[in-house]
């Protein structure tokens, strides 16, 4: 069993920042890419940003610039660190890691339980 947990979300006024974390637990055996996605209310979940195991990234042209991404391996966690926060960056921020559980398993694709991150028009 995998478990991902986010922390960092809230409430921010425009131009803040917040930092999203979210930690792997449970049955890992190794991690591919991690990534986030948001979902606002009555919006399908979109894409916000990835990172490979080697640490390439990619984001959605919404938030480049202003969010990054970054990861720590040894400690099975990663990070959205998003700046320059709009009203428009309002929603539930996932966590999504593609794990491998033991070393004879296939990669499944695990979500975390989503953090809300407030931006005030």
Not at 10 to 16: A, M, R, T, W, Y
Not at 19 to 34: E, K, N
Not at 89 to 101: L, S
Request: net charge positive; proline share 4%; hydrophobic share 35%.
């Amino acid at each position: 069993q995998v478990q991902l947990v986010e922390s960092g979300g809230g409430l921010v006024q425009p131009g803040g920042s917040l930092r999203l974390s979210c930690a792997a637990s449970g049955s890992v055996f190794s991690i591919y890419d991690m990534g986030w996605y948001r979902q606002a209310p009555g919006v399908q979940r979109e894409l916000v940003a990835t990172i490979t195991s080697g640490g390439s990234t990619n984001y959605a042209d919404s938030v480049k610039g202003r969010f990054t991404i970054s990861r720590d391996n040894a400690k099975k966690k990663v990070y959205l660190q998003m700046n320059s926060l709009k009203p428009e960056d309002t929603a539930v921020y996932y966590c999504n890691a593609v794990v491998v559980a033991s070393w004879f398993g296939r990669p499944n694709d695990y979500w975390g339980q989503g953090t809300q991150v407030t931006v005030p028009s």
